[in-house]
């Protein structure tokens, strides 16, 4: 027990970030067009639009803010079991997304297989162990 807090009563079902784009359009390409995550909910009419994503279990909030997009440049790693198979629609369909430092599957010496996307916003690294 670290600072007088028992953590074992504490239980986590999942981490959804929250993603700021200038343009919303921007992310929905990268997540719902390049990589499959489904629309589960969409307000793109109000004061700040969002869209809550889903892929697989997973959750992604996107929201449009100018002023929180030009602070926030998240990156993330994806984890995957078919990394051939995600890099070989990925190339085909958005070549545009493919990070140019990393745009071929390569073996990190860390013993991971990655390939990177980056848009305007986030950096995403897909990668198999």
């Given at each position: 027990m670290k600072y007088g807090i028992?953590?074992?009563t504490m239980k986590f079902e999942k981490l959804v970030p929250n993603i700021f784009y200038?343009?919303?359009?921007?992310g929905l390409r990268m997540f719902v067009d390049c990589l499959g995550f489904t629309v589960g909910h969409t307000d793109l009419n109000s004061q700040q639009p969002l869209c809550v994503l889903d892929k697989d279990g997973l959750r992604i909030n996107l929201f449009q803010s100018t002023k929180f997009a030009k602070e926030h440049h998240?990156?993330?790693?994806?984890e995957t079991k078919?990394?051939?198979?995600i890099y070989q629609k990925v190339s085909q369909?958005?070549?545009?997304?493919l990070h140019p430092n990393?745009?071929?599957?390569?073996?990190r010496p860390w013993g991971a297989k990655?390939?990177?996307l980056m848009d305007n916003q986030v950096g995403i690294i897909i990668q198999e162990w």
């Amino acid at each position: 027990m670290k600072y007088g807090i028992n953590h074992d009563t504490m239980k986590f079902e999942k981490l959804v970030p929250n993603i700021f784009y200038t343009d919303i359009k921007d992310g929905l390409r990268m997540f719902v067009d390049c990589l499959g995550f489904t629309v589960g909910h969409t307000d793109l009419n109000s004061q700040q639009p969002l869209c809550v994503l889903d892929k697989d279990g997973l959750r992604i909030n996107l929201f449009q803010s100018t002023k929180f997009a030009k602070e926030h440049h998240p990156e993330f790693r994806l984890e995957t079991k078919n990394i051939e198979e995600i890099y070989q629609k990925v190339s085909q369909s958005h070549p545009e997304f493919l990070h140019p430092n990393l745009s071929k599957i390569t073996l990190r010496p860390w013993g991971a297989k990655e390939f990177a996307l980056m848009d305007n916003q986030v950096g995403i690294i897909i990668q198999e162990w």
